[in-house]
């Protein structure tokens, strides 16, 4: 078994001698961790396109590195400049005496993945009272009709297939809306006791929901951290909350997916309305989708540019934003909706740009799915179309950096990787991969893929595995273009 990642380094670099005795993650080899996994490991030199190392190109899960294609392909369908946008209309007249709008309001969604978003604080905070003073610039003061959300910008989709159950309840797997609100998710703020194993007080939740039902069964713990999985389909009010969060806690957040964005982002801004002095008789409803009446638009909300949106979606591995972005590629290159439109804008993307699409099986965006697979040398064939891309620089600057910031803050530190690494990573149950850029000993940039799968060790002894084959390339000991047989 210590022959597995030996036999890696050996056929890129016949010439080695002595590397694996003294690589630190030799231990690992007698272990028998490593007898059943799966890897797949491409790298080339950026510039010259040399083939640095190439193992057999499995196609794998991804997990998080999955984004990274979605951030190319978003980037050269859309444009970096590209924004999205929320609008607020009425039907109906207003009488100029009273300024009484006898008609409905009507929020349109226009799939902003960062309406109301903690990551753009700044961009939105105005937003609806801005909204509401327009209402009154056109002299409106009284509404006799109901708010009505306009859903016709996505199909009824939120969440891909193959997401599982235990994921789709808790903040990172909150599905896309039409009309996305604070990244689709609430806290659930606990106290716990100060012994371990008794049950736990959920003090508030923010924003509050009305119709929630949650059912507790959080026990306090010795261990740190947060230990609790939410479960709760999309659209349902009815979720359960399971786990353990450490003893002794005043004020504990835990974050859930929201069941009803839409109906979340109406209600604060009614809430607005009322605040300013303007009162609504009907309530919050779905515009009909056979809805013919005259629309009177009133006000528009952009986004940041997609530039600026990816940031946050590779430095903080933001699932909901990456999803939006495969339905937004989708819509632009089929005029469909669809999940399945985005997919085969995917597709088609890779035809187009002549990235092999050997084993690319494409299921979701932000690779939450295991039943995303691909290889590496498709990866990294897609980083080397952006590294060639006029959007190279925008693309690169939204990877987060090795101990320095985003996932990779924590990454590589005191080591030569720490700021020559720019990558995307991925991890979820016996999946870890990188990918992304890497500067060597020598000055070369090098650009990477390596997926493995199925393996046996802990999340630090993966991270370790990984770490000593970047080095391997830092060090510039794999420069052998051959491939194993």
Not at 193 to 213: D, M
Not at 219 to 238: L, R
Request: net charge neutral; hydrophobic share 35%.
């Amino acid at each position: 078994m210590r022959y597995f990642l030996l036999s890696i380094l050996l056929f890129c670099n016949p010439l080695l001698s002595g590397f694996a005795a003294n690589n630190p993650v030799d231990r690992f080899f007698t272990t028998g961790s490593l007898k059943t996994a799966s890897y797949s490991i491409y790298a080339i030199n950026a510039n010259t396109g040399e083939k640095i190392c190439e193992t057999p190109q499995k196609s794998l899960s991804t997990a998080s590195v999955m984004k990274l294609f979605t951030t190319a392909v978003a980037l050269e369908t859309l444009g970096p400049d590209y924004t999205f946008s929320t609008s607020l209309a009425y039907t109906g007249t207003i009488d100029p005496q009273t300024g009484t709008l006898t008609g409905n309001l009507i929020l349109k969604g226009g799939a902003d993945p960062a309406f109301y978003s903690s990551f753009f604080d700044d961009h939105y905070k105005d937003c609806f009272d801005n909204w509401t003073g327009q209402l009154k610039k056109s002299g409106i003061k009284e509404i006799k009709g109901q708010l009505l959300i306009d859903f016709s910008i996505l199909d009824h989709t939120s969440i891909p297939g193959g997401w599982e159950w235990d994921d789709i309840g808790n903040y990172y797997g909150a599905g896309v809306s039409a009309l996305t609100y604070r990244d689709n998710l609430y806290e659930i703020h606990f106290s716990s006791p100060k012994s371990a194993g008794e049950a736990t007080t959920i003090k508030s939740i923010i924003p509050e929901i009305e119709g929630l039902e949650l059912e507790n069964k959080v026990h306090s713990s010795s261990k740190t951290g947060d230990h609790t999985i939410v479960y709760g389909a999309p659209g349902s009010y009815q979720q359960y909350i399971e786990g353990t969060i450490p003893v002794d806690q005043s004020d504990f957040v835990v974050k859930a997916a929201m069941p009803d964005p839409p109906v979340a982002a109406a209600k604060a801004f009614l809430k607005s309305l009322r605040e300013s002095g303007i009162q609504l008789s009907g309530g919050i409803n779905r515009l009909p989708a056979n809805n013919n009446e005259k629309v009177t638009l009133l006000a528009t909300q952009l986004s940041p540019p997609l530039k600026d949106l990816i940031v946050p979606l590779n430095k903080e591995s933001l699932n909901l934003y990456a999803e939006h972005l495969l339905r937004e590629v989708g819509r632009k290159s089929s005029g469909g909706p669809s999940f399945e439109k985005g997919i085969e804008a995917y597709q088609q993307f890779c035809r187009n740009k002549g990235i092999d699409t050997t084993g690319f099986y494409p299921a979701d965006g932000s690779g939450l799915s295991r039943s995303n697979a691909l290889t590496a040398k498709t990866l990294v064939e897609t980083i080397k179309y952006m590294y060639d891309s006029k959007n190279r620089e925008i693309f690169f600057r939204s990877l987060p950096v090795a101990g320095v910031d985003g996932t990779l803050k924590n990454s590589f530190k005191g080591t030569p990787l720490e700021k020559n690494v720019r990558a995307k990573t991925g991890s979820m149950q016996r999946v870890r991969s990188i990918a992304g850029t890497l500067n060597t000993r020598s000055g070369k940039t090098i650009l990477f893929a390596v997926l493995l799968n199925n393996f046996d060790l802990t999340s630090r002894e993966a991270s370790k595995l990984l770490e000593s084959i970047l080095l391997s390339f830092y060090n510039d000991k794999l420069r052998q273009n051959r491939t194993l047989n």
